[in-house]
């Protein structure tokens, strides 16, 4: 059975982030997930996390620094040392919320660039990083970001990102599949879901256009094919309400019919 995880750096951003896990837990969630937890400390996410009875599903691999424009360090050459701390520092934030999953970005690479250094430094890294989130029991994952929302993103496809995993040959890097980027790139994310389903160990979801609420027909098809095929990971909700968050959710009424939730 599927689970739906609201993910808190989209979903409530009218209330703190700290604030933001009760307001996930009252609407009726059992899961969260965001991007990245390193601005706070680990005792007091945890903490968060215990008080209001809510799991912990993902969060992101430091992404260098954001506000310079970076998106991950695994693809970028010269920057391996750094990624390896940020893989340690991930692992024990994992360790001590409990997710199971830590999603891998891979960076932006300049316009033009003869993709075969990076991809020859993306497999190394990401063979580094499953190496040592296996230790932990962990998984990491990686997913194709659309390039109008993230320009150069050197990850753009799920064919793409199967190929580098039969590159690496980790047995715990398994794909990240978020509908909205598949459908921004004129894939069909049914279409993709039916091709990839073996090797996706998290789903994501948002509506088309806007990224808002994923109450389009093409999500709804989408969820409703998930919850035929059994499919028990979870559905990390990374969309933008149009509104108040709880005011949207209406949607997630019918996203599986065994639970119902939030």
């Known amino acids: 059975m599927m689970r739906l995880a609201a993910n808190l750096s ?35 996410l945890r903490a968060a996390l215990d008080e209001t009875g809510l799991a912990q599903a993902l969060f992101n691999l430091p992404p260098g620094n954001w506000d310079r424009g970076e998106r991950g360090l695994a693809a970028l050459p010269g920057r391996e040392a750094e990624f390896h701390d ?66 150069g993103y050197f990850l753009q496809s799920m064919d793409d990102a199967s190929r580098i995993m039969d590159r690496v040959g980790a047995d715990n890097l398994k794909l990240q599949f978020d509908a909205y980027h598949a459908a921004m790139i004129g894939r069909d994310p049914l ?31 989408l969820l409703d094919r998930l919850a035929a095929d059994g499919y028990a ?15 949207g959710l209406g949607w997630a009424q019918n996203a599986d019919p065994a639970q119902r939730r939030p």
Not at 92 to 109: E, K, P, Q, S, T
């Open 10 to 44: 989209f979903l409530f951003a009218d209330a703190p982030f700290m604030a933001r896990f009760a307001r996930a837990a009252k609407a009726g969630f059992d899961t969260v997930e965001f991007l990245f937890p390193y601005d706070q400390n680990p005792a007091d």
């Open 86 to 151: 940020s893989v340690v520092q991930a692992i024990r934030y994992a360790g001590a919320l409990g997710n199971r999953l830590i999603h891998c970005m891979a960076g932006v690479v300049p316009e033009g660039a003869e993709r075969l250094a990076f991809e020859d430094v993306y497999g190394r890294n990401l063979a580094f990083a499953c190496s040592e989130a296996s230790k932990a029991g962990l998984t990491i994952t990686i997913e194709p970001i659309n390039p109008t929302d993230m320009p």
């Open 191 to 221: 279409a993709e879901w039916r091709k990839h389903r073996d090797r996706i160990a998290h789903v994501q979801v948002a509506g088309l256009p806007g990224r808002h609420e994923p109450d389009t027909q093409r999500m709804t098809s």
């Open 233 to 247: 990971g979870f559905v990390g909700c990374e969309y933008r309400p149009r509104g108040r968050t709880e005011e």
